[in-house]
């Protein structure tokens, strides 16, 4: 008989148990799905390798059919029922199983034509010499006294003070050639070769260039440390300059003569 008590009570134990932890488990499930909201998204029907030309019908051989996710799940780069007919036709990217939510990354969609100054800069979709934009404030003769044009092509020169070669206790100014042949975008708030384009006032402006991503590093460092100037260049000219020379006062004394005896020779 104490047995038979015993075992009844712990069967009405571990009913007791069950049920608390069911209406436990219940109320956190309540709590962490409080306020999602489910959504329809587009999905694939059917296994679907790449490549495929989504066909889009209302029959067992569809591609693409519809299911409920929650919102916090796939986020707002998914593709919803009332996308069904841009996406008619069109060919998947990348594989998708069945019932996995078609995005927008998974569709060929053309590229809406894109306006402004990102559209000039040079890009490469697997991600090679891909440039940046780049503003430094350069004006007056330093710019060449506002001639410069989006469109052209300039050297960009640096004159730094640095610690003399021979006494490092002592300084020298010294001229270099950073980067040879850029790319000019804008001057100032002017994009292009459009002469109605708003300009900034003659008093000072900025310099756009186009860079690759350690080049403008490197120019925003030298424009903190020393004073830059541009060249102007014919864009068909070669790029034939080299970089980093260092101009000092010992340079410019053995350099100058020579240099003005072939500027005569060439004349």
Known sequence: MKNKTLLLLAILLGAAAFIVNSRYLSNEREKLYKGAVKIQVLSAARDLPAGTELKITSGDDTDIGVKREFKSAVGDNVLLPTDFQRVAGKKLLLPLK???????????????????????????????????ALSVPISGAAAVSGMIKPGD???????????????????????????????????????????????????GSTITFEVEPDVAEIIVFAQHSGQLYLTLRHPDNPDTTTPGVRIDFDTLESLVPQINATRRFNN
């Open 98 to 132: 069945k019932g996995e939510p078609l995005w927008w990354s998974h569709v060929d969609m053309p590229r809406q034509q894109r306006t402004g100054l990102s559209s000039t800069i040079q890009y490469d979709s697997m991600g090679r010499d891909n440039y940046r």
């Open 153 to 203: 092509y300039v050297d960009i020169l640096g004159t730094f003070t640095m610690p003399s070669k021979l006494n490092p206790q002592l300084s020298e100014k010294v001229t270099t050639t950073l980067f040879p042949k850029v790319k000019v975008l804008a001057v100032g708030n002017r994009v292009g070769n459009d002469p109605s384009a708003p300009q900034r006032s003659a008093g």
